[in-house]
């Protein structure tokens, strides 16, 4: 039921005992999915309230762990084989998250130093993060800007400040439409973005589902839960729903998959109710 740690409608991280700070964004009185995913990976950066509620979500749905380490192997798969076999300089990796190793810039900037990454998110926490950690090479760039998913335009014309526009780019969704409750909002966001963007470019995408087949029916309960004592809300969809994000690009090898299984095998981590894929436009 999980997604990268960030953007999600304005996911956390800073403030402790409740504390809201900032223009009324940052709540940690409620567990915050940028949080408590950072706390199933092993991240320090999550407060008690977070580690409560991803306990209880754990407890209910133990797969968990193993979607958020799946969703990580899944990056470094998908942005590696991008910039190595497709040649990719420039991603848009909307939904940004607590930074942790190997962040979409490590990654790209390693195998081609002029790579240019741009983040987006709008959690406070996420941003006095990015601004201190999320530094590139001196031959690429790396910026973050703050903005909300559901207003692709505005994503699109701050990234076009430090993003060729003419030239491919990587669109990075990775766990973030699961927080856009309304599938046809979600679908037009994608519709919006990839349009705006060149033949050649790439749509990289994950997220949770209720299928039975890769055991994700274990998904709503937790989700119930996670509805009625988190933020912000969440749903799964099914592979079909998945793959209709997807209208109009060509999949590729090997289609939509359990994350951990998208080319190549994460040999220490069993199928997960992660849908993970990679598309490009014609």
Not at 74 to 84: C, I, K, M, Y
Not at 162 to 185: C, H, Q, W, Y
Request: with cysteine.
């Amino acid at each position: 039921m999980a997604a990268r740690p960030g953007t999600r409608q304005g996911a956390g991280r800073t403030g402790r005992g409740g504390h809201v700070s900032g223009p009324g964004r940052l709540d940690t009185s409620v567990a915050h999915n940028a949080r408590v995913w950072n706390y199933w990976i092993g991240g320090k950066d999550n407060y008690e309230v977070d580690r409560g509620v991803g306990e209880h979500v754990a407890g209910m749905f133990p797969l968990i762990r193993e979607i958020a380490r799946a969703d990580r192997w899944f990056l470094g798969q998908a942005v590696r084989f991008l910039a190595e076999e497709r040649g990719v300089r420039q991603f848009l990796d909307i939904g940004t998250g607590l930074p942790t190793a190997d962040n979409t810039h490590e990654i790209a900037q390693r195998i081609a130093p002029e790579s240019r990454i741009v983040y987006v998110d709008n959690d406070p926490i996420v941003l006095a993060h990015a601004r201190t950690l999320l530094t590139g090479t001196a031959q690429g760039r790396t910026d973050y800007i703050d903005a909300d998913v559901h207003d692709p335009a505005a994503i699109l014309e701050r990234a076009g400040r430090s993003l060729d526009f003419t030239r491919p780019v990587a669109v990075m969704m990775l766990g973030i439409l699961n927080f856009v409750l309304d599938v046809e909002a979600a679908r037009d966001i994608v519709r919006r973005v990839m349009a705006d963007v060149p033949a050649g470019s790439f749509l990289v995408l994950t997220h949770p589902t209720h299928d039975s087949e890769v055991g994700g029916e274990g998904q709503i309960p937790a989700m119930k839960f996670w509805n009625e004592n988190a933020k912000p809300p969440i749903t799964a969809r099914s592979g079909a729903e998945i793959a209709a994000f997807f209208e109009g690009l060509e999949l590729l090898e090997p289609g939509l998959v359990s994350c951990s299984r998208w080319r190549g095998t994460a040999d220490s981590l069993p199928v997960v109710p992660q849908y993970g894929a990679v598309a490009v436009k014609p």
